[in-house]
């Protein structure tokens, strides 16, 4: 089955700093992978998503790198505001038609002004 | 607002009664699931349909639980003689259903089993 994992549980940053939000993942034939942001109270909205066949993908203020090598993928935000304080999760989902994504334990994002 | 309609937002109920929640998922998507999120934990998968074909259901945590998609569109899940351990968020999320999806999850039901 599928493992991921986060390496930090909280990360703290200042406001107008860069943040890096890391997962890594168990199952080298994932092929598909999306960032999640849960705010306080309500369900997971979804940020940005990649496939295995990049390895960056880059929206507005936020960038998804993925290295399949190491099984690992990073979210990093630009600039980053107080309105980005939330838990970030990575959801996973394996190869072979699986359409289940396996989310991991989530990073506290914390954005001090 | 991602669309997807959760009710009730909240849930608090004695042990060894039966709860049912409702999801109502954006119109044209296809594909419902079911999670289950635990403080300081991710989502965590529980069942999903296809239209009204519900494909997996083998990680529903027990056979107190179960869910339906009678019509393809709204889901509901029930638990019945819930016990404490059952309090949770439970999140409903939909997809169109094509090849790797994202998922829009709705605000959840928060349960409290006292």
């Known amino acids: 089955g599928e493992s991921v994992g986060l390496h930090l549980p909280t990360l703290s940053v200042q406001e107008g700093d860069n943040s890096i939000i890391n997962c890594a993942y168990s199952?080298?034939?994932?092929?598909?992978f999306i960032w999640y942001k849960q705010e306080s109270g309500k369900g997971p909205q979804f940020i940005i998503d990649i496939r295995s066949n990049m390895d960056k993908r880059q929206g507005q203020r936020v960038t998804v790198l993925l290295n399949k090598t190491v099984k690992h993928l990073s979210l990093q935000i630009a600039a980053t505001q107080p309105g980005d304080s939330a838990v970030y999760f990575c959801?996973?989902?394996?190869?072979?038609?699986?359409?289940?994504?396996?989310f991991g334990r989530g990073t506290s994002l914390i954005v001090h002004p | 607002d991602t669309g997807v309609s959760q009710n009730p937002r909240h849930k608090i109920t004695k042990r060894g009664q039966n709860v049912t929640f409702r999801c109502d998922p954006i119109s044209e998507h296809n594909r419902l699931y079911w999670y289950r999120q635990t403080l300081g934990q991710g989502p965590e998968f529980l069942t999903y349909?296809?239209?009204?074909?519900?494909?997996?259901k083998s990680r529903l945590l027990s056979d107190r639980f179960s869910a339906e998609r009678p019509k393809g569109s709204f889901s509901t899940l029930e638990i019945q003689r819930t016990e404490q351990g059952d309090s949770a968020m439970y999140l409903c999320?939909?997809?169109?259903?094509?090849?790797?999806?994202?998922?829009?999850f709705g605000s959840g039901t928060q349960l409290s089993v006292l």
């Open positions: 999320a939909s997809s169109l259903g094509g090849n790797r999806e994202k998922l829009f």
């Open positions: 959801a996973v989902l394996e190869g072979g038609g699986s359409y289940i994504p396996t």
């Open positions: 349909f296809q239209n009204e074909a519900q494909l997996e």
């Open positions: 199952n080298s034939a994932s092929d598909y």
